[in-house]
């Protein structure tokens, strides 16, 4: 057994992926949207607001755009964005701590 095999993971085809036009164009609007999602995040992230509620605004922005938030749900994921904060490397979940001042902040999304 392999750790791919005890993860329930998959590897990547030995062969290369090609992708239509159509396959092109979804790209391209999942990243305007994701774009979008952060410039609407911006202005909120400032000192006292949780990244739970920076969540929440990501969330509603991709339901109203007939998104799904790529992260929420997988793997038991809760959340629809990954905020890190400070020493966190990547992939922290939001939560109900409030940022403070001089807190360095990565937002990850992403949409389908």
């Known amino acids: 057994m392999t750790n791919l095999d005890a993860i329930g993971g998959a590897m990547a085809p030995q062969r290369p992926i090609q992708h239509g036009p159509e396959a092109f164009e979804g790209m391209r609007k999942a990243g305007r ?33 007939g998104a799904i938030p790529a992260p929420l749900n997988y793997r038991g994921f809760p959340r629809s964005i990954c905020t890190s904060i400070n020493h966190v490397v990547c992939h922290g979940i939001p939560g109900p701590k409030p940022l403070k ?8 999304v992403t949409l389908i």
């Open 33 to 65: 949207l994701a774009a979008e999602a952060l410039d609407l995040l911006v202005p909120h992230v400032v000192p006292g607001v949780t990244t739970e509620t920076l969540d929440e605004i990501a969330f509603d922005f991709a339901m109203a755009h």
């Open 101 to 108: 001042e001089g807190d360095i902040l990565n937002i990850d």
